[in-house]
Structure formats: structure tokens, C-alpha cells
């Protein structure tokens, strides 16, 4: 009998095998068309025809060792060989020696990690233990912020994906953002006076002081466009919080583990928050994990008072030696001090882009943490296309983008008007000049729009 070898499927049928059997994140499910990705390393993937292409958002701003990074791979491996997982109320050498890699490397005085499955999770414990710690329930939260998509992270967040689960969880109040582009305070002043931070001021004031348990702030707001705030925002609304007895909360998720060029971004401007979370370049991508980091003022509330808060899969083993490994590869690499000098690079590009293309309206970057904010006329900032539509579906000119980017072998993240350039922090000169040309190319198109 002679036997047949089936042929391996194509990236063709592996997408519409997942298209037919799993649901893909926010998106009308008739309207996606993924590529199918077979495998990956360094800063490219590949899909299951061979094609290859260049990862210029590092998947969501996660992957920052990049792909497949072997001392992180063969940590999962040695892991698996010893424990693959063990009870949260046990204890774990990982775990043990990842809570104080992260004691050593956050800000401050904090000290003290309860480990999560990601950044969602993260923010929704963050909040938990800020109301437990102070006994009080209002959170502070920005108009633009994202803090992720579980109910609690999206009742939190400010923009437009939280409008399908409102009205979501009690207690969360808005404040308005450092947003110097669009600012309804500033924009068009050659200076922020940061009245931004001031507005936090006055909704702590009107909610009352002694109700709010938390502000939560991502330090540069990231999937609404990365916005960089002006120097001096963030150690105000540090002063703001001291000055009536409030937590800051610091939403670490994308800008964590060197993608600003530090460790975590609000050592650029010396801020310590009292709570921060961590997921995403904490194992880069390789095992889901997250964290929230207190400080040991919070750490010693809840030796005497319980922690109401658990979870199966809460500080998981594989994912603790993935962190350490992942760690220890930004040490060995010197990965933040290389972000700085691949930043610089970033600016020069963005800058002859932006001599280019009058549809770039701004460009903001900080290290490898960047978007261009396109535009129909630069004097009256009018956005590229209308920013109406809450999901991640591109439509106009940015679906055109996109598609060409990929059909030239590029992968980024376009939505609404923001094209974003956030690769693996490993990604060499060679590498982001090749995907910032395809850049520039696609931006003919914006360019044809704008009229």
C-alpha cells in the first residue's frame, strides 16, 4: 500500500482555519484578514508560504528582545524540565528571584510584586489594592488613556473602546491629558503651563480629596497615539497626589523595560509612583505574565490585612524564568542605553520624513516609543481621517497604508490617524532604515489624501 503525504497548509488555509474557529480582538469578524505567522526570529516573521516580513511594532510593543530570543527560549526549556507549574499559595525560585529583580530595577521604594497574566490584569489589581490600601473607592483616570480590555482596565480607560461595556465599574472620574497637539489648554502656545496637571488638581478637588483612592496615569500614553507629555507634567501631578494624600498609579505596560531608553519612563522625569504595573517587555511576549509593583509603605498594610486577591495562574513558573531571562538579556545587551542612540536615529529619519510629507502633523518619540500624527492641512490640524471609529478597523487612506506596507513586506500598527514605529528594541540601523523606507513610501499616499 502506498502511503500519501498530505502537503503542508498554506498561510491561505491556516487564516481561514482561524478565522473559522476562533474570534479574533476588536474587530468585526467577516472583516479580518490576518496573516498567518509560522515562525519568527529576531525582527522578522514569517508566514506559512515563506514570506518574510519586518516587525516594526515589536507585535504590540511586547516583543522587545525580539523574536525567539535564545537565552530566553532555553530558560523556558530548563523551566519545563524542573516545574511547569505549581499552586500561587506555594512558593517558586522564579517567582522569588523575579520579585526581587524588580524590586532592584523599578523606581523608589517599591518593592513588592503580585504577579498577574498581563497588563489587564495588571490594572485591575492595581486598582484593587489602591482601594484596599487607602479604604476609599474614586479613581482618577485620563480622556485618552488605554489600560487594557478586561472590564475593570476598560471602564478606566478613556477612549473609545470602553463605549461597548459601559457603564462598566464604579467610582472612575476623568481628567484631561498632556496632550500638547491637541490641548484645549495650550495648543498652538509655544509652551505648555500645565494646566493639564492642573485639571487633575481640580477633579481631586471636586470629587473630594478623601473619597479618591488613586490617580492612574500611563507616562506616555501609547496605543492613543503616543503621546510624549511636556517636561514638568508628571513630577506635578506628583505634587498633586502628595499634596492631598492620593496614590499615583503608573500604567508601565508598553513603556517598560527600556523602550523610552530606562528602564521605565517616568525615570525621565524622576517620579516614583506608589503603585506600577509591568507586563508586555517583562518577558517580551514569550509567556504571558504581568505585575504590579507597590511600595512597602503599601507592602506593610497587608501583613495584617488580607490581600483580596488571587489568581490560578498568578506568578506561573514558566513565565517567571521567561522575566528573569528576559531581564538579565536587557542587562547582558545593554538594551537602554542602545535605545537611546537607535532613538536619535528615529528622529533623524522622522525628521527628513517630516520635511517630506506634509501630511505628517507631528512626529513624537521618545527612545523607540513613536507614531506620526497624520493630517489633511498642518495650520488647522485637521486629522488625516475622523477618529470615529473605536476599533483598530483602518477605512480611507490608513487602510491603503497598511496594506501596501505589508504588501512590501512591513508590518506596523496604523490606527486612526497615527501610524506607529515601535520595533524590537534589538532591531539594527540596517534593519529600521529598510522598514522606514517602506514607511516613507506609504506616506506618498497620505500625502495624495490630504487634498
Not at 2 to 21: K, Q
Not at 232 to 241: A, D, T
Request: glycine fraction near 8%; charged fraction near 25%; proline fraction near 6%.
Amino acid at each position: 500500500m502506498t502511503m500519501t503525504m498530505s502537503a503542508p497548509p498554506t498561510a491561505a488555509e491556516i487564516a481561514e482555519l482561524n478565522r473559522e474557529y476562533t474570534f479574533f480582538d476588536w474587530a468585526a469578524q467577516g472583516a479580518v484578514n490576518p496573516v498567518a505567522v509560522e515562525r519568527a526570529e529576531g525582527s522578522y516573521l514569517y508566514d506559512h508560504d515563506g514570506r518574510r516580513f519586518l516587525d516594526l511594532n515589536a507585535q504590540l510593543m511586547n516583543v522587545n528582545i525580539g523574536h525567539q530570543h535564545p537565552a530566553v527560549v532555553e530558560a523556558i526549556k530548563a523551566q519545563a524540565d524542573k516545574l511547569c507549574y505549581v499552586n500561587p499559595r506555594f512558593a517558586s525560585q522564579p517567582r522569588g528571584e523575579l520579585g526581587r529583580e524588580l524590586a532592584e530595577i523599578t523606581p523608589g521604594s517599591l518593592c513588592k510584586s503580585f504577579f498577574t497574566l498581563g497588563g489587564a490584569e495588571a490594572t485591575d489589581h492595581a486598582v484593587k489594592i489602591a482601594r484596599l490600601a487607602t479604604g476609599r473607592q474614586k479613581i482618577v483616570a485620563r480622556r485618552r488613556s488605554y489600560h487594557g480590555s478586561t472590564y475593570g482596565a476598560l471602564s478606566l480607560t478613556g477612549e473609545a473602546r470602553r463605549w461597548a461595556t459601559e457603564p462598566g465599574i464604579p467610582g472612575i472620574v476623568r481628567a484631561a491629558d498632556p496632550y500638547q497637539y491637541r490641548c484645549r489648554f495650550c495648543s498652538g502656545q509655544p509652551q505648555c503651563d500645565l494646566r493639564c496637571a492642573d485639571d487633575i488638581d481640580e477633579v481631586l478637588r471636586v470629587e473630594g480629596p478623601d473619597n479618591v483612592a488613586a490617580v492612574i496615569v500611563e507616562p506616555i500614553a501609547g496605543a492613543n497615539g503616543v503621546v510624549v507629555p511636556p517636561d514638568g507634567y508628571l513630577p506635578r501631578v506628583r505634587e498633586i497626589c502628595d499634596e492631598y494624600g492620593v496614590l499615583l498609579i503608573a500604567d508601565e505596560v508598553m513603556t517598560g523595560f527600556g523602550r523610552t531608553g530606562r528602564w521605565f519612563a517616568v525615570e525621565h522625569w524622576d517620579v516614583e509612583p506608589d503603585i506600577m504595573t509591568v507586563s508586555k517587555g517583562l518577558t517580551s511576549g514569550t509567556v504571558p505574565l504581568g505585575a504590579v509593583v507597590v511600595t512597602d509603605e503599601i507592602a506593610h498594610h497587608f501583613e495584617d490585612n488580607p490581600l483580596w486577591a488571587g489568581l490560578t495562574y498568578g506568578a506561573h513558573t514558566l513565565a517567571c524564568a521567561a522575566a528573569l531571562a528576559t531581564i538579565q538579556a536587557y542587562r547582558d545587551e545593554g538594551i537602554p542605553e542602545r535605545v537611546v542612540e537607535m532613538g536619535e536615529l528615529l528622529k533623524d529619519e522622522y525628521a527628513d520624513m517630516s520635511a517630506r510629507h506634509p501630511s505628517i502633523g507631528e512626529a513624537r518619540s521618545l527612545g523607540l516609543f513613536s507614531a506620526l500624527e497624520l493630517v489633511r492641512n498642518r495650520e488647522t490640524r485637521e486629522p488625516l481621517v475622523p477618529q470615529i471609529d473605536p476599533a483598530f478597523e483602518n477605512y480611507g487612506v490608513m487602510k491603503e497604508m497598511f496594506a501596501y506596507m505589508l504588501q512590501r513586506g512591513v508590518v506596523t500598527m496604523t490606527r486612526w490617524n497615527w501610524l506607529m514605529v515601535n520595533p524590537p528594541l534589538t532591531i539594527t540601523p540596517e534593519e529600521l532604515r529598510e522598514g522606514l523606507a517602506v514607511v516613507n513610501e506609504a506616506l506618498d499616499l497620505a500625502d495624495q489624501a490630504m487634498v
